[in-house]
């Protein structure tokens, strides 16, 4: 689980989408290259575009123009090496945590050995070995969006891509999540793309937050207004003057008039 | 609690002051002695009625002469002839399994066919809008013919006899069974087959394993409904050209008179559905170890 911070560079250039031709564009111009082992986190207000730009990253949606790639190979459909964490989890109810975990090593044909070990590592990662014979409907949401983290991260991704994953929980689990994120992402040294609500959550996690406007409710297509940098180290602290002053100057421009 | 934990580093815990064990699924049954009382007034005063009306010739709706019916004990009695013999002098007596073998013989291959076919061409069926287009209308068509319409029909192509009432059986099992599956398998949650495919899950791959257990409890629905209606056109089928069998066994009474024998046959097809259907529910339940896929099935 050493961080192999080679792989997992994001290149998006001049991506747009539309759902058909007379539709107006629903984002348009979006540009963003990510570094491997990097995590940018995508806020804006509904509607802006920003969860379409993940999911042509994973391959579930393909741009109308402009092109996306992962260490220079075009993306053309969703595959292991870019892991999908859902705000409703998408676990699978009928197989137990463990089997959950196991789903993608065993499409990438491990033996059962080498899979009972996967599993355990990333159980373990998440800590939640205790559960593993559990199913997902036995589990509290925090509980069921770690499998998920779990399941995704042991296909050893390059890319991790969340959508909101932790905005269906409550606040105090939603903050040990984001605390076990950041820990996690320390040992795994994956790619992360994030896409929030929360600008705070953004500026607690994020190495760069992408600020995006407009969206077709706007009449503008979506579009990047900003990225930021965040330069607060690894302990961030939400009461400090540095991070409140990121989270307002954040905040103005996700408000701002277009 | 804390004992198990310490060992590892849980962050769970943190998260989760009261992480919850497992929950218990949630009781269906009350205590059985509470359903077997339950289970009892209904039906005795039924027989109570039956017995009643018989006694004093009651006419009910429809012109229900009741006093042409044997009484609930006649009925026992042919049951128990049935069975054991020796009671009755009729050709019927101690026979009856031969019957009951037949039928539900004819029932196991025309409902086993029907499942065949049906739940593999559904599962096609409810997620190719192409091949949905194609076949929509014409199922459309077929569907709504009432089985027993099929009955003259079968008896002149396929001929008089058991081929011609495992048709029926088949027919009368595979469209609900198709239509469910069909429509429970349009309605798998998108966001588990993105997930499969994020995991690395070829197409084709999900749709045996991603699909079919997402959709079972719809599946499972039209297999009930598909076997009650196998054994309604098991009993059309048998009555004509088929001497063994219970829908034969019925319409032989018929002829000769015999109500008791007719309404005993009722009795032992009534109790072969329910048995049959419990057989159902528990081969799913055998196949699917506990699984959460049958919460929705009682």
């Known amino acids: 689980m050493t961080a192999s911070v080679k792989t997992g560079a994001i290149s998006i250039r001049g991506v747009g989408k539309r759902y058909s031709e007379d539709a107006p564009w629903a984002m348009r111009g979006f540009d963003l290259e990510a570094a491997p082992g990097e995590l940018v986190a995508i806020v804006g207000a509904s509607g802006c575009g920003k969860s379409t730009v993940l999911r042509m990253v994973s391959g579930f949606e393909g741009p109308t123009e402009g092109e996306i790639s992962l260490d220079g190979a075009p993306i053309k459909a969703p595959g292991p090496d870019r892991g999908f964490v859902f705000q409703d989890y998408g676990l699978f109810p009928w197989l137990t945590v463990a089997e959950n975990v196991e789903f993608g090593p065993k499409q990438a044909g491990l033996g059962r050995a080498a899979r009972r070990e996967r599993v355990q590592e990333y159980l373990e990662l998440v800590g939640l070995t205790r559960v593993r014979a559990s199913y997902p409907h036995q589990l509290s949401g925090g509980m069921q969006q770690r499998v998920a983290i779990a399941r995704v991260l042991a296909n050893k991704p390059t890319v ?7 905005g269906a929980l409550d606040a105090l689990t939603r903050e040990q999540m984001q605390a076990d994120l950041a820990d996690i992402r320390r040992r795994v040294g994956t790619t992360v793309l994030f896409v929030t609500h929360s600008i705070e959550e953004a500026v607690q996690l994020a190495d760069r937050v992408v600020i995006m406007t407009g969206g077709m409710s706007h009449g503008v297509p979506g579009h990047i207004r900003r990225i930021v940098d965040i330069e607060l180290g690894e302990e961030r602290d939400p009461t400090s003057t540095a991070f409140t002053d990121l989270e307002r100057a954040i905040s103005e421009e996700v408000h701002a008039k277009l | 609690m804390t004992a198990t934990l310490t060992h590892e580093k849980t962050a769970e815990a943190a998260a989760e002051p009261q992480a919850p064990a497992p929950r218990q699924m949630p009781r269906l049954r009350s205590p059985r002695w509470g359903r077997l009382v339950l289970a009892f007034p209904v039906p005795l005063a039924v027989l109570l009625i039956w017995h009643l009306g018989v006694q004093f010739g009651w006419t009910l709706p429809f012109g229900i002469r009741m006093a042409q019916l044997p009484t609930p004990a006649d009925v026992g009695v042919r049951l128990a002839d049935l069975f054991v013999g020796g009671l009755l002098p009729s050709p019927f007596s101690g026979e009856v399994y031969q019957h009951i073998w037949a039928s539900l013989v004819r029932v196991a291959y025309g409902f086993g066919l029907a499942v065949a076919l049906a739940v593999p061409f559904g599962v096609i069926l409810g997620r190719s809008a192409l091949v949905m287009k194609l076949f929509e ?13 099929w009955a003259p029909l079968a008896l002149i192509i396929i001929g008089i006899g058991d081929r011609s009432a495992i048709f029926l059986v088949f027919l009368a099992a595979f469209f609900p069974m198709l239509i469910s599956t069909a429509a429970a398998v349009a309605q798998v949650p998108p966001r588990l087959l993105e997930a499969a495919a994020m995991l690395g899950m070829p197409r084709w791959k999900r749709m045996v394993a991603v699909v079919v257990p997402s959709s079972i409890p719809g599946i499972f629905s039209g297999l009930r409904v598909g076997l009650g209606l196998a054994w309604a056109l098991l009993v059309v089928g ?8 219970l829908g034969a066994m019925i319409f032989e009474g018929r002829q000769l008179n015999q109500i008791d024998l007719i309404m005993a046959g009722m009795v032992i097809i009534g109790v072969l559905g329910f048995l049959t259907d419990r057989l159902l529910t528990a081969l799913l339940k055998l196949l699917s170890r506990g699984r959460p896929v049958l919460q929705e099935v009682a």
């Open chain 2, 238 to 245: 048998e009555m004509v050209g088929i001497n063994i069998g």
């Open chain 2, 137 to 149: 209308p014409t199922i459309n068509v077929i569907r709504p013919i009432p089985v027993t319409a």
């Open chain 1, 160 to 166: 991790m891509l969340m959508d909101e994953p932790f």
